[in-house]
């Protein structure tokens, strides 16, 4: 089982011809509605390639519509709690390249409480099972090193990144996700390459030249597939969800590489963060299709 403490946000996406310069106002071509969020995102990809997940999670009174989607995309209830506070959304500019803005309000996303995780870790097994955070809420420290008291593997995706955040996380954490921008940022501030620093898994992802996964005794690397991308926003959520969902199901990291790589692929091709995200049967295609 994967434990994903993360973030649920509603999406609000406009599609613009080019993304705005600082002071200009410009009009959309369209506006659509996404359930959203890193964690969700990364949950929804987990779960859609085949893992068993438990998202823990937090939603503002004004949040009925994001449970109904948790639900609709197939996720439990059970770890999501109501919380005085809005919930959290963003604002998201797609441009006719690809390319994306994003703007983000936290809101309930940072109402996370020690209870409500101690509660939940408590259904982690330490033999089977990851729990995986990222930055879109609070106390995902505290959570991290709860979790590694209590011998759980722990995935963190360094995003938003901050180094002030990532640096006291790495002493708690089995594997680190970042792409190469916050890797090059986290070198800057560790003063050294971040594969040196003993993680036991360092994952780098890196748009069109693939993905490279550092372990303690070899480099995997992954070419990207060629597609032609619609929409970018969330590609590397269900990377890492898609990832997390292979390796779970076969502890096979290369085989896992492959499987994100392809899941990730075919999520850029469509609209949208979460709807985009691919079925297992579709990445299982698609691999076959493109050996």
């Not at 101690?118 to 090193?145: F, G, H, R, S, Y």
């Not at 076969?250 to 492959?258: I, V």
Request: aromatic share 6%.
């Amino acid at each position: 089982m994967i434990l994903n403490f993360g973030s649920i946000n509603l999406d609000l996406v406009y599609r613009v011809a080019t993304l705005p310069t600082p002071g200009e106002t410009l009009a959309s071509t369209s506006y659509e509605k996404y359930l959203g969020g890193k964690g969700v995102n990364q949950s929804i990809a987990a779960h859609r390639c085949g893992a068993e997940v438990l998202h823990l999670g937090c939603v503002g009174p004004d949040g009925t519509w994001l449970r109904e989607q948790i639900t609709e995309f197939g996720l439990s209830l059970e770890g999501i709690k109501s919380v005085e506070d809005h919930t959290g959304h963003a604002v998201i500019l797609v441009d006719d390249s690809a390319e994306n803005q994003i703007v983000l309000f936290g809101g309930s996303n940072q109402a996370f409480t020690m209870e409500q995780i101690e509660a939940a870790l408590k259904k982690a097994n330490p033999k089977t099972d990851w729990v995986i955070c990222q930055n879109e809420t609070n106390l995902v420290q505290d959570m991290a090193q709860s979790a590694k008291s209590k011998n759980l593997r722990v995935a963190y995706s360094a995003a938003p990144f901050e180094a002030d955040h990532a640096i006291p996380m790495l002493d708690h954490i089995d594997l680190l996700a970042v792409n190469e921008v916050e890797a090059a940022a986290l070198q800057e501030a560790l003063g050294k390459d971040p594969r040196d620093i003993g993680l036991r898994y360092l994952l780098v992802t890196k748009g069109a030249e693939g993905a490279d996964l550092h372990t303690h005794h070899e480099t995997i690397h992954q070419p990207a597939f060629s597609v032609s991308p619609q929409d970018t926003t969330g590609a590397g959520d269900t990377f890492l969800g898609a990832f997390m969902a292979e390796f779970t199901l076969s502890n096979n990291p290369a085989k896992a590489l492959r499987f994100a790589a392809a899941a990730s692929a075919i999520q850029v091709t469509r609209a949208g963060a979460a709807p985009a995200i691919p079925m297992r049967d579709e990445v299982l295609t698609f691999l076959k299709e493109n050996p």
